[in-house]
């Protein structure tokens, strides 16, 4: 029946497991519409939703698909064009593209998330995570550190560009046309 969803809950009694044609569901729930990203998500640090307006400009981003030390493969935002919808929302280079829609990107590759995100209109939901500024917030939440009597070391030049730090953080897969 177009239109009408509706769930249903199996109880299988564990002596007939192994006669089964089709082995059993090993992740319970498979997926409920029911979960927010919050709860979906909740193991990737610096979670936030974003809601964009696509205008005939795109979204104003450019992607990569590549692996984060911390969070592993997915695909990422390399570039944000300056006055762009994706600015004024708020997002940063080197934040996760986790979710276009209530679309999953995780597990995906570079082809079908520029897909993904090329077929989108009007307003966009995106659920995205940065462990970097994750990582950065907890430093500072965390205060300065106490002074010692021993004399420390001269400080190190400044850093690289956060966009180059974006880079050395991600293995690069591919690099695509802004969207």
């Known amino acids: 029946l177009p239109g009408n969803i509706f769930k249903v809950i199996v109880l299988r009694k564990t002596e007939g497991l192994e006669n ?3 082995k059993p569901i090993t992740q319970f729930p498979v997926s409920l ?5 919050e709860q979906r998500y909740a193991n990737f640090k610096g979670l936030r939703t974003v809601a964009i307006k696509k205008t005939g400009q795109g979204l104003g981003i450019m992607i990569i698909e590549g692996k984060h030390a911390e ?3 997915g695909i990422f935002i390399s570039d944000i064009q300056e006055g762009s919808a994706a600015e004024q929302a708020g997002l940063i280079v080197g934040d996760m593209i986790l979710a276009v829609n209530k679309d ?3 597990g995906s590759n570079y082809d079908a998330a520029a897909a993904l995100l090329k077929k989108t209109e009007g307003v966009v939901s995106l659920v995205v995570c940065n462990p970097n500024k994750a990582k950065a917030e907890e430093k500072a939440a965390d205060g300065a550190p106490a002074r010692s009597p021993t004399p420390q070391p001269p400080k190190e030049p400044e850093k690289p560009s956060q966009y180059h730090n974006l880079l050395c953080a991600l293995s690069m897969h ?3 046309t802004v969207l």
Request: aromatic share 0%; glycine share 6%; charged share 20%.
């Open 20 to 22: 089964l044609a089709v």
């Open 33 to 37: 519409d029911d979960e927010t990203p």
């Open 71 to 73: 969070v592993g493969q």
């Open 104 to 106: 999953t990107l995780l």
């Open 174 to 176: 591919t690099i695509i």
